[in-house]
C-alpha cells in the first residue's frame, strides 16, 4: 500500500468534498462548453447526484464500500469497491488533482489485485478509453472485457 493511505466511510459531512472532487473530473469537457458557472455548476450537481444514486442502488451493489481516501488523515479522494463470492468490483477511484500520478492509484489497484490473487476471484471495473486510468489498467495485467458506449468493462484473472 501507499505510505500513510488510510480510508474511511463516507458520510454526510463527505459530501461537499466529493462534489467537489467530481467536479475535477468534468473540467476538461465543461471548459469547452458556453455555459455560465452557474450552468456548469448545475450540470455537475446533477451529474454527481446521479452517479450517486447509481452506486447506492442495492439491486446492482448489495454490499458496498464507500470510502474516502486520507493521505495522513487529509481526504485526496474516493475509493468505492463492491464485493461479491466471485468477483471484486472496483466501482470508483477519483484521487484530487494534486495527487495524481504519484504512483497512488496504482498502489490502491494493486491492493485489490493482490486481494483478488489471495482469495482467487477476479477483479473488475469499467473505465472510458481515453481516460489516462485506461493504460494503467493495462499495465496491471487487467484484459478488456467487453465495451458499452463509452466505457469497456476490464478484468484481472488471479494467477
Keep these: 500500500m501507499y505510505p500513510g493511505i488510510t480510508f474511511r466511510p463516507i458520510n454526510e459531512a463527505d459530501f461537499e468534498f466529493l462534489r467537489g472532487l467530481y467536479a475535477t473530473t468534468r473540467e476538461a469537457e465543461l471548459a469547452m462548453v458556453p455555459w455560465t458557472d452557474e450552468q456548469k455548476a448545475m450540470f455537475v450537481q446533477q451529474q454527481f447526484q446521479a452517479q ?36 471484486i468490483r472496483l466501482m470508483e477511484i477519483t484521487l484530487s ?31 472510458e478509453d481515453f481516460n489516462p486510468a485506461y493504460r494503467l489498467y493495462l499495465s496491471l495485467g487487467f484484459k478488456p472485457v467487453q465495451t458499452n458506449g463509452i466505457y469497456t468493462l476490464m478484468e484481472y484473472i488471479p494467477s
Design 52 to 87: 450517486h444514486v447509481f452506486y447506492h442502488d442495492r439491486s446492482r451493489y448489495p454490499n458496498p464500500d464507500f470510502n474516502v481516501i486520507l493521505l495522513e488523515d487529509h481526504p485526496i479522494g474516493r475509493i468505492y469497491v463492491h464485493r461479491s463470492p466471485n468477483e
Design 97 to 127: 488533482p494534486e495527487y495524481r500520478n504519484r504512483g497512488i492509484g496504482r498502489a490502491l489497484t494493486q491492493a485489490l489485485i493482490d486481494e483478488g490473487n489471495r482469495d482467487g476471484i477476479k477483479v473488475t471495473l469499467h473505465v
